[in-house]
T-cell receptor, first 113, second 114 residues
Framework: GNSVTQMEGPVTLSEEAFLTINCTYTATGYPSLFWYVQYPGEGLQLLLKATKADDKGSNKGFEATYRKETTSFHLEKGSVQVSDSAVYFCALNLQNTGNQFYFGTGTSLTVIP | DGGITQSPKYLFRKEGQNVTLSCEQNLNHDAMYWYRQDPGQGLRLIYYSQIVNDFQKGDIAEGYSVSREKKESFPLTVTSAQKNPTAFYLC?????????????FGQGTRLTVV
């Protein structure tokens, strides 16, 4: 089946620390991969995406590389800020499933000054 | 401004009542989705629609119903058959059926059964 597995949180980091949130996937086909961010009480916002193997998505200092050989899409940021505190969701989309999105369980990040 | 509007933001329902959550988009997107989010959990797909007058059940459709009579609207009804309806509900849309297209989300409706 199709699924996304994220590292469990919560994650607490000091400002300017390096961030990695692991994401691996299982898919019956060639998915597109996404990272979304959710701030308290709000909907999800697209952070970045990659649509084929070896693509790197990047936005606001965050990066993730589509690794087909390890079925992974780990999110990284070199220096986190307090404003990055949120819940991060990894997701995949497969056209052969009627354009369904599959989401991970989310990883809560808190950045302390 | 283009986007997805969910209303109301907060909704209270008595047990045994049906309630309808509104979702409207002016992005001219073909596909629309409803997800349920429980505390500390990911998003679970309730229903999705690829085109007007057509929709499919997701993973947790029991106790819910939808309609897609207009491209821009995809209301969700939480029926009395839904045993545990208290949750945060998110509506989303995407431009078409290509896997590369991202989903755009509304701000959510928090439903509480009292």
């Amino acid at each position: 089946g199709n699924s996304v597995t994220q590292m469990e949180g919560p994650v607490t980091l000091s400002e300017e620390a390096f961030l990695t949130i692991n994401c691996t996937y299982t898919a019956t086909g060639y998915p597109s991969l996404f990272w979304y961010v959710q701030y308290p009480g709000e909907g999800l916002q697209l952070l970045l995406k990659a649509t084929k193997a070896d693509d790197k998505g990047s936005n606001k200092g965050f990066e993730a590389t589509y690794r087909k050989e390890t079925t992974s899409f780990h999110l990284e940021k070199g220096s986190v800020q307090v404003s990055d505190s949120a819940v991060y969701f990894c997701a995949l989309n497969l056209q052969n499933t009627g354009n369904q999105f599959y989401f991970g369980t989310g990883t809560s990040l808190t950045v302390i000054p | 401004d283009g986007g997805i509007t969910q209303s109301p933001k907060y909704l209270f329902r008595k047990e045994g009542q049906n309630v309808t959550l509104s979702c409207e988009q002016n992005l001219n997107h073909d596909a629309m989705y409803w997800y349920r989010q429980d505390p500390g959990q990911g998003l679970r797909l309730i229903y999705y629609s690829q085109i007007v007058n057509d929709f499919q059940k997701g993973d947790i459709a029991e106790g819910y119903s939808v309609s897609r009579e207009k491209k821009e609207s995809f209301p969700l009804t939480v029926t009395s058959a839904q045993k545990n309806p208290t949750a945060f509900y998110l509506c989303a849309s995407s431009i078409d059926g290509r896997a590369s297209t991202e989903a755009f989300f509304g701000q959510g409706t928090r439903l509480t059964v009292v």
